[in-house]
């Protein structure tokens, strides 16, 4: 089976653009996460998304926003990009269904600069 | 408040010798954690995970220890090899509600040597 995956690979965007990040979960999970990695940090959580219902949000101001599709694939949306939102965004995935103890496998990301 | 961190942010070791990376947590209200690996230019890849009502787990070649005392857990690695050299992260995860994010530390960056 698929891991999961995210597109595009690699972006490049100037300051004040918007831009949106595409992630697919392993087959049959419902769940989707969203983190930001800078360069040299661990992962930071920005959303977790369950059944298209927003599930956790951390503390990333309102420019960024999410959503979650039928098929369970989701969307990271970054409005008025800042120098500081380049960064490695990867999306996690998981069952949904065994509650906070439950494994979360992550994607290749997004590498992302902002110009 | 949520914080991971790690004692050792290097650790150099030869092919074949025993990998230990430490990790420090620091709420008591956490009681899941998780091993990642991280290799350049790739996403985290999962290892092995514990729970707090466990203190010892063991997975191929590695085994985690959890020691709630003193809020702390190793990874270690038996045999390291060279395709080991990554950034291992430890994340921990809080009990109960809806939390479901996980807090990552800093990471170690292992390196070995052949």
């Known amino acids: 089976d698929a891991g999961v995956t995210q597109s595009p690979t690699h972006l490049i965007k100037t300051r004040g653009q918007h831009v949106t990040l595409r992630c697919s979960p392993i087959?049959?999970?419902?769940?989707v996460s969203w983190y930001q990695q800078v360069l040299g940090q661990g992962p930071q959580f920005i959303f977790q998304?369950?059944?298209?219902?927003?599930?956790g949000r951390g503390n990333f101001p309102d420019r960024f926003s999410a959503r979650q599709f039928p098929n369970y694939s989701s969307e990271l949306n970054v409005n008025a990009l800042l120098l500081g939102d380049s960064a490695l965004y990867l999306c996690?995935?998981?069952?949904?269904?065994?509650?906070?103890?439950?494994?979360?496998?992550f994607g290749p990301g997004t590498r992302l600069l902002v110009l | 408040g949520e914080s991971v961190g790690l004692h050792l942010p290097t650790l150099s070791v030869q092919e074949g010798d025993n990998s230990i990376i430490n990790c420090a947590y620091s709420?008591?209200?956490?009681?899941?954690f998780i091993w990642y690996k991280q290799e350049s230019g790739k996403g985290p890849q999962f290892i092995i995970d514990?729970?707090?009502?466990?203190d010892k787990r063991q997975g191929q070649r590695v085994t985690v220890l959890l020691n709630k005392t003193v809020k702390h857990l190793s990874l270690q690695i038996a045999a390291t090899q060279p395709g080991d050299s990554a950034v291992y992260f430890c994340?921990?995860?809080?009990?109960?509600?809806?939390?479901?994010?996980?807090?990552f530390g800093k990471g170690t960056l292992l390196t070995v040597n052949p």
């Open positions: 709420n008591s209200a956490s009681d899941y």
């Open positions: 996690a995935s998981s069952t949904g269904l065994a509650g906070y103890q439950e494994t979360q496998y």
């Open positions: 994340a921990e995860k809080l009990s109960g509600g809806s939390n479901y994010k996980l807090t």
């Open positions: 514990i729970r707090s009502n466990m």
């Open positions: 087959s049959g999970h419902k769940s």
């Open positions: 998304y369950y059944e298209k219902e927003e599930r």
